[in-house]
């Protein structure tokens, strides 16, 4: 069973499209991230959710929103859609806040926009 | 903001060779996390070190983590094509009440067969 999955896998769109990626872990965990990797395989960051609070980093564009329907899920709605955008974006959860805690990683969503 | 700076960002190796990477924080740090992706893959927990000094080893993989908890290394003796990847540290930081786990640029390892 996988423990962090998200969709789709690949996605193409064009400049300005509004699109979503959707994230579901069934490892109980209380936290939920998003990380994007760029073209240089760096590691940002996004945002950091549990069932208390949002944390987002500053450098986020606001076109970028998470959403949380439940514990299990945090999906990630992109508004405007712009060339810099195309990344590989990971969902990933980890059993709480704390600062020993593990982060176990999505398989990544590879968006492309044109 | 706070960072984990990691170097060097690639490394190429002839099957066998050893491999090492370097990993260090402006701040200490409670504890450091490695991580190795593969390629097209996503980060897979490697390890945890906590204390001061401390030294783990896994095969033919060896992490260290400095005295002052501010640096770390991840040696890789003889490697092997299986070995490829890019290895990335982490390190927690603390705001806005909770910690976020920050990435160094990662290691992108070469094994020429």
């Known amino acids: 069973d996988t423990a962090v999955s998200q969709t789709p896998k690949y996605l193409v769109t064009q400049m300005g499209n509004d699109k979503s990626i959707k994230c579901e872990q069934n490892?109980?965990?209380?936290?939920m991230y998003w990380y994007k990797q760029d073209s240089k395989k760096f590691l940002k960051i996004m945002f950091s959710?549990?069932?208390?609070?949002?944390?987002i980093n500053e450098t986020v564009p606001n076109r970028f929103s998470p959403k949380s329907p439940d514990k299990a899920h945090l999906n990630l709605h992109i508004n405007s859609l712009e060339l810099g955008d195309s990344a590989v974006y990971f969902c990933?959860?980890?059993?709480?806040?704390?600062?020993?805690?593990?982060?176990?990683f999505g398989e990544g969503s590879w968006l492309t926009v044109v | 903001g706070q960072q984990v700076m990691q170097i060097p960002q690639y490394q190429h190796v002839q099957e066998g060779e050893d491999f090492t990477t370097y990993c260090n924080s402006s701040?200490?740090?409670?504890?450091i996390q490695w991580y190795k992706q593969r390629p097209g893959g996503h980060p897979v927990f490697l390890i945890q070190?906590?204390?001061?000094?401390e030294v783990k080893k896994q095969k033919r993989l060896t992490f260290q983590f400095g005295e002052a908890k501010k640096n770390s290394s991840l040696h890789i003796t003889a490697t092997q094509t299986t070995d490829v990847g890019t290895y990335f540290c982490?390190?927690?930081?603390?705001?806005?009440?909770?910690?976020?786990?920050?990435f160094g640029k990662g290691t992108k390892l070469s094994v020429i067969p």
């Open positions: 990933a959860s980890s059993q709480d806040g704390a600062s020993g805690n593990t982060i176990y």
């Open positions: 490892l109980g965990h209380d936290t």
């Open positions: 959710y549990n069932n208390k609070e949002l944390i």
């Open positions: 701040t200490t740090l409670s504890n």
């Open positions: 070190l906590v204390k001061s000094g």
């Open positions: 982490a390190g927690p930081y603390s705001g806005a009440g909770s910690y976020q786990l920050t």
